[in-house]
């Protein structure tokens, strides 16, 4: 028979107490994290969706490479496994370990952006953006008008705007543009997926103009599932096999591995070119580590190796993706609005649209993620105004396009019970929707001000 429920395709060796709260408890700790979840103890939180970045369970099979990891400092085992598990499914020969995506980013972007420099992408994840604007250059966004409509049901809403690509390289010169950056999934909007047609696309532009193409491959395992359900042509390969065909496409990649490698802490560059490889190893060993771990222990590059395996599992996947579709389609089901179609490793609820009795400058989407705090200690994060709001100069504030609330959804970590959960906390906070009250700001940093401002309900 075809069974409906989709079950976590594993079971459970070990596990990791929660620590069971009632509500009172979390209003206290709320208060004394000055109504910012970002101040709360990990521990006094029930589920943890702030992020899916680093926050993956390993598998057994992992956990046993942990034990056989080579820690020499030249020439490791591990590094050669790493190695060889990248070289095969990128297909680049050019390796370069590091201890996570940003600082692949640094070292690469340092190498070929600079001032002048124009990069173009989808959309620069915000690491990205930095490290391109740190070095001198200049980062700009082509996605398309789908991509842009939160609510608009587009089966890759993460797509590159091909025109824009093109007229951007017309604009800047060819010569001026640093790298094309392709990002898969496209981490805005909650992982919306780039088609392969796409993917070539920005292929044909790059190589009529001559411009290096990179991957930002941190979730490609995820938006190769995405291709095989949506994409015509695609029906009978396998997840590796069209990564691979995506990876042949474009001459390099950088990696966050705390996403689709399934490991804690981790990340490279892989290249086809020899010549910017080898200028990136200066700064690698000056910054990083030498070339056969670069900030990395050999137990990591052992999961790595690992983990980039078991990332491309046909049931995992499918689990994967279904899951986090499960917690969106429920959220629908209960009226929430939510950002659509559900992309692949998180829900993003429109808490402008949720909450529309709280204004703009009262924050709803913090309201919303106290909320869900207080009512289930769920941690979710505000992707809104407090992140992204600007103050004028009189001090008023110029909010955010969107007032989102994030629920990422870490790999292998919760069960649909977990899910059931929040989807039941919801079912409470709809019912008590028009008594939440908005927040007011006691105290900012002057940047990055979500991570330690105060607030207080008004
Ligand atoms: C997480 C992420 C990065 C940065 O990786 P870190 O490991 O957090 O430094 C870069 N690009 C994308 C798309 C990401 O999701």
């Not at 085992?77 to 598990?85: D, I, N, Q, T, V």
């Not at 910017?276 to 222990?297: H, M, P, Q, R, W």
Request: with cysteine; net charge negative; glycine share 8%.
């Amino acid at each position: 028979m075809k069974h409906k429920t989709i079950i976590e395709p594993f079971r459970i060796k070990s596990i990791e107490q929660i620590t069971i709260t009632t509500e009172e408890e979390r209003v206290e700790y709320l208060k004394e994290a000055h109504n910012n979840l970002f101040l709360l103890d990990a521990d006094k939180v029930i589920i943890d969706l702030l992020t899916d970045s680093g926050t993956s369970a390993m598998s057994a099979n992992q956990w046993a490479g942990i034990m056989r990891g080579d820690e020499s400092y030249a020439g490791a085992r591990s590094w050669k496994r790493m190695k060889e598990a990248i070289v095969s499914l990128t297909t680049y020969d050019n390796v370069i370990p590091t201890h996570q995506g940003r600082a692949g980013e640094s070292i690469l972007y340092t190498q070929i952006g600079g001032k002048g420099k124009v990069f173009l992408s989808n959309t620069h994840f915000d690491t990205t953006r930095a490290n391109i604007e740190y070095s001198g250059a200049m980062a700009i966004d082509c996605i398309t008008e789908e991509g842009k409509k939160p609510s608009l049901i587009h089966p890759f809403k993460g797509n590159m705007d091909i025109e824009q690509l093109e007229d951007n390289i017309l604009k800047y010169g060819a010569e001026n543009i640093g790298a094309v950056i392709l990002t898969v999934t496209n981490n805005s909007g909650g992982g919306q997926p780039v088609s392969m047609h796409n993917a070539r696309e920005v292929k044909r532009i790059c190589d009529k103009y001559g411009v290096l193409y990179i991957l930002d491959c941190c979730r490609i395992a995820e938006n190769a599932y995405f291709i095989a359900e949506r994409e015509v042509g695609f029906e009978d390969y396998t997840y590796r096999d069209i990564a691979k065909e995506m990876f042949s496409l474009a001459d390099g990649a950088v990696m966050s591995a705390k996403k689709d490698a399934l490991v804690n802490m981790g990340g490279f560059i892989a290249l086809k070119d020899k010549k910017i490889a080898d200028s990136c190893i200066n700064t690698l060993i000056i910054k990083e580590g030498f070339v056969t771990y670069g900030g990395l222990s050999g137990r990591d590059m052992e999961a790595i190796a690992i983990g980039l395996d078991e990332v491309f599992d046909k049931d995992y996947l499918h689990y994967r993706i279904r899951s986090t579709t499960y917690l969106g389609d429920k959220l629908i089901e209960l009226g929430v609005p939510v950002m659509r179609p559900i992309g692949g490793h998180a829900v993003y609820i429109d808490a402008k649209e949720f909450y529309n009795h709280i204004p703009v400058d009262q924050f709803p989407g913090q309201s919303l993620a106290c909320d869900l705090y207080v009512k289930g200690g769920i941690r979710g994060c505000e992707i809104g105004s407090v992140m992204f709001g600007k103050r004028d100069e009189k001090g008023k504030l110029i909010p955010a396009p969107m007032e989102l609330v994030r629920l990422a959804i870490p790999r292998r970590v919760y069960t649909q019970s977990h899910i059931d959960y929040v989807i039941e906390t919801f079912e409470e906070i709809i019912a008590e929707k028009s008594q939440s009250k908005g927040m007011r700001i006691t105290y900012e940093p002057e940047f990055l001000r979500h991570f330690t401002a105060h607030f207080e309900r008004v």
